[in-house]
T-cell receptor, first 114, second 113 residues
Framework: KAGVTQTPRYLIKTRGQQVTLSCSPI?????VSWYQQTPGQGLQFLFE???????NKGNFPGRFSGRQFSNSRSEMNVSTLELGDSALYLC?????????????FGSGTQLSVL | GNSVTQMEGPVTLSEEAFLTINCTYT??????LFWYVQYPGEGLQLLLK?????DKGSNKGFEATYRKETTSFHLEKGSVQVSDSAVYFC????????????FGGGTRVLVKP
């Protein structure tokens, strides 16, 4: 079974641009969550999608948005990029998103904002 | 809100030494507790979990016991190997927080031969 796939692996953008990151969950998984990892703030929850609906959202500005498609693939978008958005963005999937379930993480997309 | 505090690293050990990484948490209700490991250039992998008080999670020689009275979930391994060098994250997932994971700051462990 293929794992969680995130594309692209690396991305370089400039301030003010927008970016879209993609996540393909493990086949059969319906819950997809996104996390931001930075040296200063650590790992922070962005949002979770389940069956195309946003089920939970972290404390990030509205420039961060996401969506999930009918095949459970998810995208996150960051508009008007700022230097502080440079981070590793991790996607995780699980079957139903219940509290005791194991989350499977992708290798992440490393975003650098110049 | 929920929070997780874990000891700062880096922790440097010799091979076959005993490893302990302290983790304490604050949460409403009865969260599930997890340890994740991150190897260089990779995403997170679940190492072990415990879903209720006094549960012991174990995997690959690592163990952690869910202590509700001390709100702790310390990670231990009796004899580390060079391949255990990684960053370890303690995390909780609480029903009251909508099932999102709250992570500690991570502890880098370096095992020298």
């Amino acid at each position: 079974k293929a794992g969680v796939t995130q594309t692209p692996r690396y991305l370089i953008k400039t301030r003010g641009q927008q970016v879209t990151l993609s996540c393909s969950p493990i086949s059969g998984h319906r819950s997809v969550s996104w996390y931001q990892q930075t040296p200063g703030q650590g790992l922070q929850f962005l949002f979770e999608y389940f069956s195309e609906t946003q089920r939970n959202k972290g404390n990030f500005p509205g420039r961060f948005s996401g969506r999930q498609f009918s095949n459970s693939r998810s995208e996150m978008n960051v508009s008007t990029l700022e230097l502080g958005d440079s981070a590793l963005y991790l996607c995780a999937s699980s079957q139903a998103g219940t509290v005791d379930e194991k989350l499977f993480f992708g290798s992440g997309t490393q975003l650098s904002v110049l | 809100g929920n929070s997780v505090t874990q000891m700062e690293g880096p922790v440097t050990l010799s091979e076959e030494a005993f490893l302990t990484i302290n983790c304490t948490y604050t949460a409403t209700g009865y969260p599930s507790l997890f340890w994740y490991v991150q190897y260089p250039g990779e995403g997170l992998q679940l190492l072990l979990k415990a879903t209720k008080a006094d549960d012991k999670g174990s995997n690959k020689g690592f163990e952690a016991t869910y202590r509700k009275e001390t709100t702790s979930f310390h990670l231990e391994k009796g004899s580390v190997q060079v391949s255990d060098s990684a960053v370890y994250f303690c995390a909780l997932r609480g029903r009251a927080a909508g099932n999102k994971l709250t992570f500690g700051g991570g502890t880098r462990v370096l095992v020298k031969p």
